[in-house]
């Protein structure tokens, strides 16, 4: 009985940080779809880290996962997944997926849902997340960069943390007008611009930027070494 109070306990403080993480994070930082407000207000978040980094699952800041991986910020993915306009059915490519929370989110917006990860314990913890709060996500492991040819062509590609450039395998994985969201941090700069790439009908793509990000670097997506003389 002891156990279950704590537990209980627990599920409540919980469930008030993500009421917290909704209206002072979300709400007020221009995000507007309600869609994507219910789905962050339902879905556990601290469910997709492990059990010394729950504690810290709603704060305001890029969680490090280890290994130079990190849960990126609520508000930032908040923002990014917005810029994507998910609608039901769409085919969506999660790059990076770490232990699988956005595309948990993605595939709540009725999406279907591709989580790619290098990481081999990674991707088996985001499958036990995902399996314990029933969300169909197809989990695969390869090369980031490379994506997921097999399930695409896709309408959306979320890359879950900032890159340096934006591989043109990737965009080549887009239908026509699909939209690849991510944080650009080119020429070695501390902060980023969180950017919202579409694919045109000719195969070219147009690039919006969305705001100011200081996302980490996913890894393997760092600025090429700069030649010394």
């Known amino acids: 009985m002891v156990t279950a109070a704590v537990g209980t306990t627990a599920a409540k403080n ?37 059990p010394e980094l729950q504690p810290r699952a709603y704060l305001d800041d890029d969680l490090s996962l280890g290994n130079g991986r990190y849960l990126i910020e609520p508000m930032v993915l908040a923002r990014l997944v917005q810029g994507l306009h998910v609608q039901t059915g769409d085919r969506v490519l999660v790059v990076g997926a770490a232990g699988g929370y956005s595309a948990a989110l993605l595939a709540r917006l009725g999406a279907v849902v591709t989580a790619l990860e290098n990481d081999d314990a990674l991707a088996a913890d985001a499958r036990a997340a995902l399996r314990a709060e029933d969300v169909a996500v197809n989990v695969v492991t390869g090369t980031l960069k490379d994506g997921y040819a097999q399930s695409g062509p896709y309408n959306a590609i979320l890359i879950e943390g900032a890159v340096a450039e934006i591989p043109e395998r990737l965009l080549e994985q887009l239908k026509q007008q699909g939209k690849l969201a991510t944080v650009l941090r080119n020429n070695n700069v501390t902060n980023g611009h969180a950017v919202l790439v579409t694919r045109g009908e000719t195969g070219g793509t147009g690039t919006r930027v969305l705001f100011d990000a200081n996302t980490p670097l996913l890894s393997g997506f760092e600025p090429a070494a700069a030649f010394a003389f």
């Open 14 to 50: 919980y469930a008030a940080a993500r009421r917290f993480m909704v209206d002072g994070q979300i709400r007020t930082n221009k995000v507007t779809d309600e869609r994507l407000i219910e789905a962050l207000a339902d879905l556990p978040r601290e469910r997709f880290v492990p």
